[in-house]
């Protein structure tokens, strides 16, 4: 089936769900929902970090933390997304002219509907890895038989959480268990959802570059008349700052989620290989390295997904200057090679993807995330 949108049908659905698609009748009441919900959840984490603060169950804590800081990224996404409604509708928009414009060039389709199916696979895989390190971090505590009669030991949640009221019958226990795991898997997905647009969007941009790059080869090789020309002029130029207008609304959109998400990542990357060393020799040492080992590698992939879009997009626009360079412009009339040389100057300044306009992403930002949260998750042996 070929695709008519670079957007996975998917994410629109869960981008209703949760009041960032503009254009739907239950925005609002979807945005009041998940804000108070979120709230509530992150309220009642930090009441269990503050009472068992002082414990010697550092395990726990750390559990706590990991938990706490990703609901945190959650709500942020959704902020973020929901002050910046407008962007999103300009962003969808330029996508939109993109596919119609495609229609007149049957390999600028082709190279849209390849990255369109590159992306709805991603987006599909991740889903899928998302809804798996919650199975994973979860199915234990939702299989348990928990004695709930048992006042000696607290019984064990999926997040750790110091709950409003009081839990005393197997049934209420099963309950809160049950509608945790649910919201759980929600938040993943709407953490998946959210990374994997970021990623449909840098493909989308990547794939409209390498159309530009095409459209520079044919034009330096266009033996037409100069009426031809001129018109291939105007829409060379109209295309490349149609993609750059679209790399910095995607910017404005991720800069500061990113900005979060890697003040948190690196904790959480650290807390949670934390847990998976403690785990190590323990009795139930199996279960609990499974437990954490999924929420591990979704918390790498997230910081990886980032810094590689940043890398894709940055080599990406460098292509094109590139591009332009390598052209036959010596073919080329005086005011047709002027045109060229603004493309190579213009492509000299980098397409990118920022922390929060401090820093740029890129493979060798990640590298350094990853390096940090060793060197922290090396004290936090040597504390315990």
Known sequence: MIPKSTINRTIKVLFILFGIWPGTSCVLLCRIFWFITIIFVQFYHYRYFQTHFYSD????LMDCLSSFLAYMKVMTKFIVLW???REFIKTLAIMSKDWHDC???EISMQETIYKAKLSDRITNAMLMLHTLSVVGYGTRILLANVDITDRASEPPYIHKMELPFDVNTQ??????VIAQFVYVIMCSWAAGAVNALLLTLTLHAGGQMDILRNWLIEFSSNENGKKRSLFTTNEIIEK???IINFSEKVENLYTYIALLQFASNTIMICSLAFLIVSA????DATEQIIRSLLFYAITNLEAFIYCFAGEYLNNKSKAIGIAAYNSTWYNLKPEETRILLFIILRSQKQLTLTVGKLTNLSLEYFASIM???GSYLSVMLAMQ
Request: hydrophobic share 35%; net charge positive; charged share 15%.
């Open 240 to 242: 490349h700052q149609r």
């Open 280 to 283: 190590i020799g323990t009795p």
């Open 103 to 105: 229609a007149n060039s």
């Open 371 to 373: 390096n940090a949260s």
């Open 171 to 176: 049934k209420v226990y099963r309950m809160v």
């Open 57 to 60: 169950d550092l395990f726990n």
């Open 83 to 85: 002050l910046n409604q």
